[in-house]
C-alpha cells in the first residue's frame, strides 16, 4: 500500500510540472487523481478528478480547449479509416455529469 501511495505522488508530481496553471495531487484514500486550476487562470474553476494520471492530464488538457493526449497523437494517415477513441465517449459523460446544466434549457418539459 506504501509502494501505491509513494507511486501515485510521484506521479502526481510529475502531472503537476507539466501543467504549471493547476494544483495536483494524489488522493490517498480514494486513489485517484485530483487538480484544480490555479488562482488567476481564465480557467473555469472547478475540480477535475481521474483513475490515472493520464486520465487527469487529459481532463485538464479538455478543460483548457485542447485535444487529449491520445487524440493528439492518433491522427488518422490519408487513407486510412479513423479509428473509434476508448474512453473517449466516457471521459465526455463525466464532463457532462460534472458541468452544469444549460439554465437556458427547461427542465421538466
Known amino acids: 500500500m506504501a509502494d501505491e501511495i509513494t507511486a501515485g505522488r510521484n506521479a502526481a508530481r510529475a502531472l503537476a510540472a507539466r501543467t504549471p496553471g493547476w494544483m495536483v495531487w494524489y488522493g490517498e484514500r480514494t486513489g485517484n ?56 465517449a466516457e471521459a465526455a459523460r463525466h464532463r457532462r455529469s460534472a458541468e452544469a446544466p444549460d439554465p437556458r434549457i427547461p427542465v421538466g418539459r
Open 33 to 88: 487523481f485530483w487538480a484544480v486550476p490555479r488562482a488567476g487562470t481564465a480557467i473555469v474553476p472547478r475540480m477535475l478528478e481521474a483513475p490515472t494520471a493520464d486520465g487527469l492530464e487529459n481532463e485538464i488538457r479538455q478543460a483548457e480547449g485542447r485535444p487529449a493526449r491520445e487524440q493528439a497523437q492518433e491522427k488518422p494517415q490519408p487513407g486510412q479509416p479513423e479509428r473509434a477513441q476508448q474512453g473517449t
